[in-house]
Structure formats: C-alpha cells, structure tokens
C-alpha cells in the first residue's frame, strides 16, 4: 500500500509540474536591465576592442617601468613597432596595478634562436608580479618548437605547475600569441586565502590551459604557498639565459 501511496503522490506532483509549466509566461523569466555596455569590437581578433587599455602600441614604452625599481623607466628597446628584451636591465612591468583582467600578447621567438632547452628564447608573463626579480605567477614564454625541456616549462605551461594540454608552437621567427583571462586570488581578513588564482590561456588559438587553479605564485624550487596580496603589476621577464633575445608587440589588457 505505501508504495501506492508514494507513486500517487509522484504522479500528482508531476501533474502539479506540468500544470505549473503550461501557465507560466515567457516574459517571467525575462531579464531587461541592465543593459551590458556597448563597445567596438576589434576587426580581428589580435586587435584591441575599444574598452581596452593599449600597454604597447609599437612607439613607446610609457606605461611600463623598471620591475627592479619601480620609479625608473623600462628600458627596452623599442623599434620597428617591436619592443626586444633588454638583458642587461632585467624585468619590465605596468605602472598600472590589475585585478581580474583579459590579456593580449603576442611574442616572437628569434629565427637565428641558439641555444637547448630552457636556455632558448625564455622569458615569462608574469600575470601578476609580486616583486623584484621573478617574484609572481608566471606563464612561460619559450621556444618549444621542436625544443625537448621539461613539460611543466615549456610555453604555455604555468610555470612549475600546469602543463599546457597542447603544444601549438609556431617555428622560431614567427609571431606566437597568448590571450589569458587571469582571475586573481581572494584573501580573508586573516590573510588566508579565500578563493586561488585561476587562469585560461588561448595560445596561437588554442586553449592549453583551461580555467586552472594555481598552487600560488611561482617558484623555480619547492612548493607553492599563497601570501596575501592586492592588485598587481604584469611583468615581462628578460630571462639570463644567453639565447638571442625575442620580442613582443601588440600588447593590450581588459580589466574585468
């Protein structure tokens, strides 16, 4: 009898469903406002959508400054509507500090590139900097076409943590590209974390890192552990390996 009891009542809660579903309105689960704000698209991909900030045009390097010592300018050479990596200056970074943020780079290896492994066109976007030197959460820029290294440094891994999914590398001497969508972490009053780092990057078109969670910021050697932080530079590494140095262009960054 009690299971009786109990399809009955199913049937008349599906009755009480279905009736539910015919009377309701279309426009219930309409939503109007507010409206999202408009703005101009790029005519491609690569270009700039009109809300977007430009951190390099090809002329200059006026939103940048010295990583190491932040009231000094970058100094990077800019020609050709390039910017080459400077060795002998170290780390660039953005006047501005970021949050949450949809990035645009595009990066090229040297065609005449010497060297093996780690020591070929390495550098790092660092998608948020913490600091002198390579302090921050890195997203390895490398040559990795036909160039054998560990898998966790190769480009488009998060550097020492997660592997990209692919490896879509373009030959030395061509323009690679990363669009990254970086949600920065959350911290509790008490300097714990609430919430980690999550980062998607479409490199040359291709996801190869898919909303991951990063372990905290990078390091070279050991284990990761967050410290709390607020907004951020991005840093663009000159790496000391003796390799030819590579170059980037069209950079631009939209705060979310």
Do not use: C
């Amino acid at each position: 009898m009690k299971y009786k009891i109990l399809f009955t009542a199913i049937l008349a809660t599906s009755a009480m469903m279905a009736n539910a579903q015919q009377t309701a309105k279309p426009e219930e689960t309409e939503v109007w406002s507010p409206e999202p704000k408009v703005i101009t698209p790029g005519k491609t991909g690569a270009d700039a959508p009109s809300d977007a900030t430009i951190l390099f045009d090809g002329t200059n390097l006026d939103k940048w400054v010295s990583a190491q010592d932040r009231t000094l300018p970058a100094d990077w050479n800019v020609h050709d509507g390039i910017v080459t990596v400077n060795k002998n200056s170290g780390n660039i970074e953005t006047k501005k500090l970021y949050t949450n943020y949809q990035l645009h780079i595009e990066w090229r290896i040297p065609a005449d590139i010497t060297g093996t492994s780690q020591a070929r066109g390495n550098s790092g976007v660092f998608l948020a900097s913490l600091g002198k030197g390579d302090a921050g959460y890195e997203l390895q820029v490398l040559d990795s076409y036909k160039n054998k290294t560990y898998v966790n440094g190769m480009a488009g891994s998060i550097y020492k943590q997660f592997i990209p999914l692919v490896n879509p590398a373009r030959p030395p001497g061509e323009w690679q590209t990363y669009d990254v969508i970086w949600t920065a972490p959350t911290f509790n009053t008490d300097g714990s974390l609430n919430t980690p780092s999550r980062a998607t990057v479409i490199y040359n078109g291709v996801v190869v890192e898919n909303n991951v969670s990063l372990l905290g910021p990078t390091l070279y050697i050991g284990k990761p552990a967050y410290k709390a932080h607020g907004p951020a530079p991005i840093k663009l590494q000159a790496h000391g390996d003796k390799s030819e140095p590579l170059s980037f262009r069209n950079i631009w960054v939209r705060e979310l």
